[in-house]
């Protein structure tokens, strides 16, 4: 399957988030989304997300100060 990359290096929370919320009602179920966030806010950000929507996060890590957060739509 594609993964899609939203790249929100720079911007401040709320603002990956609500890019990566777009990007995800988008994707079709099952579907794919990397995010590059610097905030270190996007952490509780990105995990409220995917608590409240029902997305899970596959995987997320932090190098040089650069988070990624590897994520997939929930299905159906």
Do not use: S
Not at 23 to 35: C, D, I, N
Not at 45 to 60: N, P, Q, R, S, V
């Amino acid at each position: 399957m594609d993964l899609t990359t939203l790249d929100a290096r720079g911007l401040t929370c709320p603002l990956p988030v609500l890019k990566a919320r777009k990007l995800l009602q988008a994707l079709p179920p099952g579907g794919r989304l990397r995010v590059l966030a610097t905030d270190p806010g996007a952490v509780g950000d990105f995990h409220a997300l995917c608590e409240a929507a029902g997305h899970t996060i596959i995987a997320w890590n932090e190098t040089d100060r650069v988070y990624t957060f590897d994520l997939e739509k929930k299905a159906g």
